[in-house]
C-alpha cells in the first residue's frame, strides 16, 4: 500500500511544512560537530527564548525524540523526591504527565478534568497552601482542543510559589503565551506542530529557575540527562548525533517567522485561519466541542454521522486528511488543526468537501 502524496493535511501533526522547509529535507544532511552548525544552534536557542518571551539567562535543551521525550525529560530533571506537583489532566496529554510522574515516583495529585471541561478556580483553590511545589498543565490539550485559562493558572502557582511547567506542544506559535509573565519555569514544544517541520525534534525552554533544578537533579537517565544537554548547547552542540536535519529546518522556519513579523504576527495568522473556520461551519451538521478552543485546533462533535466514518471518506474519496479522535470519542469527535502551511483557501477545499458529503447524504 502507498500512502497518497497530495494530501491536504489538517491533522495536529506532522502538518504540512512550506518550500523552503521542505527543500531542506530534500538535501544532504551535513557533518554536524563545525563551528557552523554550532552558529545554527545558537541562533535556534536565542530565537526560541525570544519568541517564548523567555527571562533572562533562560537555556534551551533540543531533544532528538518527539514531545513526549521533552515531557520526560522534564520531569525527570526538573521534578525529584521531595516534590508534590498538580497535575491538570483535561484528556490524553494531561493523562501522559500523570503517567510520567507516577513512572518516576513524583508525588502528584492530579485535577481530573471532564471532556472538554475548562480549568476553573475552583478545582485550583482547595490545593492552595497544601504543601505543592509544582504544576504541570498541557497550555493547550490536543485531544480535545481544549486551551487553559494560562493567567489564572499563573496566577495560583505564583501566589503558591509553584514551579509551572508548560507543555505548549501543539500551541507555541498558535496562542500567545509569555513565559516572563506567566512566570513559567519551562515550555516544553516539538518539531511538528506550530513549527511545521517533519517530526524527530522538541524543544525544553528553561527559566533560570527550572536551570538551578536540572543542575541540582540526580542523573537517572542518559539520553534524557538535560546538564549534560545544557553543557554541550554552551559550545552549539548536543551530547549525542541530533535529528541534523531537522535542526536546519527549525532554523530556517524560525528565520522566516522572525522576518515575517515574529511570533505575534504568526499568532495572528492562526487566529485568523481558526476563526475563518469556524465561522463558515454554521450550515454543517457540526457542533463546537470545546467552549475555550486553542487557535491551533478545532474539534467538533457531527450531529448525523460517525466522526471516524467522516475522517475515513475524507481521506479517500476527498484526498484530505482531517484528525481522528481515539478511543471512546473514535465516533463522537473528530479535530481540524490549524498548524502548519494553511490557507483560508485550503479551509474552503475542506468546508467545499463536507457540504459535498451533506449533498450526497453521507453527513
Ligand atoms: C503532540 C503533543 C504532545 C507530544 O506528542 P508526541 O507524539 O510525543 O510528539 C504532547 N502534548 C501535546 C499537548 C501535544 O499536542
Avoid at 199 to 213: C, D, K, M, N
Avoid at 227 to 245: I, M, S, W, Y
Avoid at 281 to 288: A, F, V, W
Avoid at 296 to 305: E, G, W, Y
Wanted: charge should be negative; include cysteine.
Amino acid at each position: 500500500m502507498e500512502i497518497e502524496k497530495n494530501m491536504l493535511n489538517f491533522t495536529v501533526g506532522p502538518v504540512m511544512s512550506d518550500s523552503a522547509v521542505r527543500a531542506i529535507g530534500a538535501e544532504q544532511v551535513p557533518y554536524f560537530r563545525t563551528a557552523e552548525f554550532s552558529e545554527i544552534m545558537f541562533e535556534n536557542e536565542r530565537l526560541m527564548c525570544k519568541f517564548a518571551d523567555a527571562p533572562e539567562d533562560s537555556r534551551v535543551a533540543f531533544i532528538t525524540g518527539s514531545g513526549t521525550a521533552s515531557m520526560e525529560a522534564a520531569v525527570m530533571n526538573v521534578l525529584g523526591s521531595a516534590d508534590k506537583a498538580i497535575v491538570v489532566n483535561g484528556g490524553s496529554f494531561g493523562e501522559r504527565f500523570v503517567e510520567l510522574c507516577h513512572i518516576h515516583q513524583i508525588e502528584h495529585t492530579e485535577i481530573h478534568l471532564d471532556f472538554c471541561q475548562p480549568l476553573k478556580r475552583e478545582h485550583l483553590e482547595p490545593l492552595s497552601g497544601k504543601g505543592y511545589t509544582a504544576l504541570l498543565v498541557n497550555m493547550g490539550e490536543t485531544s480535545t482542543g481544549v486551551l487553559y485559562d494560562m493567567p489564572m493558572i499563573s496566577e495560583f502557582c505564583k501566589s503558591n510559589h509553584l514551579l509551572l511547567i508548560v507543555d505548549a506542544i501543539s500551541t507555541f506559535l498558535a496562542d500567545p503565551f509569555s513565559m516572563r509573565d506567566l512566570e513559567a519555569d519551562v515550555m516544553i514544544t516539538g518539531s511538528q506542530k506550530a513549527l511545521a517541520c517533519p517530526p524527530g525534534v522538541s524543544l525544553i525552554v528553561l527559566s533560570p529557575r527550572a536551570l538551578e533544578r536540572v543542575h541540582a537533579s540526580e542523573t537517572r537517565c542518559m539520553y534524557l540527562n538535560l546538564k549534560d544537554a545544557l553543557k554541550n548547547g554552551e559550545r552549539g552542540q548536543t551530547p549525542f548525533t541530533p535529528a541534523v536535519g531537522t535542526l536546519l529546518q527549525i532554523h530556517r522556519r524560525l528565520l522566516d517567522i522572525e522576518k515575517n513579523g515574529g511570533v505575534a504576527a504568526e499568532v495572528k495568522r492562526m487566529s485568523e485561519l481558526a476563526s475563518d473556520f469556524r465561522s463558515r461551519i454554521g450550515s454543517l451538521p457540526l457542533e463546537l466541542a470545546s467552549p475555550s478552543p486553542s487557535n491551533a485546533v478545532t474539534s467538533l462533535h457531527p450531529t448525523t454521522a460517525s466522526a471516524y466514518d467522516i475522517f475515513t471518506v475524507l481521506k479517500d474519496e476527498y484526498h484530505i486528511w482531517i484528525c481522528p479522535n481515539g478511543g471512546t470519542l473514535r465516533d463522537s469527535i473528530f479535530r481540524v488543526g490549524h498548524l502548519g502551511a494553511l490557507t483560508k483557501e485550503d479551509n474552503t477545499v475542506l468546508i467545499n468537501a463536507m457540504s459535498d458529503m451533506q449533498r450526497r447524504g453521507i453527513i
